[in-house]
């Protein structure tokens, strides 16, 4: 079964350094990955995806991911960091059983510090 | 512009009482309509998905059921809820282009006393 995994519960980075979010990933086919965020009490928002293609994927708000298949790996990462950024972050994979369904990793707690 | 809604936002039911929430789609027709719960304000699980009207696949086994009485309305159900029933549920959808990824409603905090 597909499976994704965030090995960092937070993450603390200095407002205009750059960040990155760890992701792994495991599938026996192609992968569909994908990288969300979510604020407080609110539901979940779509940043990125790769499906097929270059592996550096770019999304919403500056954030972009590499995909790197040998590493198995789907990294988060943007150039400089805002305050704003500060959030929980997940990556999920598309499940191989069909019914466009999504496995999310446990997600990753982003704190940017002035 | 939001397309999803869910309701109610926040809820507060005693253990034994019954759950409805509802989640309904604008815009848009036979989509793929999805119920997660996060537990703990960390990770999402799959609870149910739904292809199509009374379309339902329960992903876990649990005190809770779902229904889709029509095209756009997925609705979240139990008869008695648990102390375990507790957490934040998300409505997704597959969005208007289908392209994998999902799209989420605000959620509805669900807490049981």
């Known amino acids: 079964a597909q499976s994704v995994a965030q090995p960092e519960d937070q993450v603390n980075v200095a407002e205009g350094n750059p960040l990155t979010v760890k992701c792994t990933y495991s599938v026996s086919g192609n992968p569909y990955l994908f990288w969300y965020v979510q604020y407080p009490n609110r539901g979940l928002q779509f940043l990125l995806k790769y499906i097929t293609g270059d592996n550096l994927v770019k999304g919403s708000y500056g954030f972009e991911a590499e995909f790197n298949k040998s590493q198995t790996s789907f990294h988060l990462k943007k150039p400089s960091a805002l305050v704003s950024d500060s959030a929980l972050y997940f990556c999920a994979v598309r499940d191989e059983g069909g019914g466009n369904k999504l496995t999310f990793g446990t997600g990753t707690q982003l704190k940017v510090e002035l | 512009s939001q397309t999803i809604h869910q309701w109610p936002a926040t809820l507060v039911q005693p253990v034994g009482s019954p759950l409805s929430l509802e989640c309904t789609v604008e815009?848009?027709?036979?989509?793929?309509l999805y119920w997660y719960r996060q537990a703990a304000g960390r990770g999402l699980q799959l609870l149910f998905y739904s292809v199509g009207i009374g379309q339902i696949s329960s992903e876990v086994p649990q005190n809770l059921s779902a229904s889709r009485p029509q095209d756009r309305q997925f609705i979240l159900s139990s008869k008695k809820l648990l102390l375990s029933d507790s957490g934040f549920y998300l409505c997704?959808?597959?969005?208007?282009?289908?392209?994998?990824?999902?799209?989420f409603g605000e959620g509805s905090r669900l807490t049981v006393l």
């Open positions: 815009g848009t027709s036979n989509p793929n």
């Open positions: 997704a959808w597959n969005g208007h282009l289908n392209t994998g990824e999902l799209f």
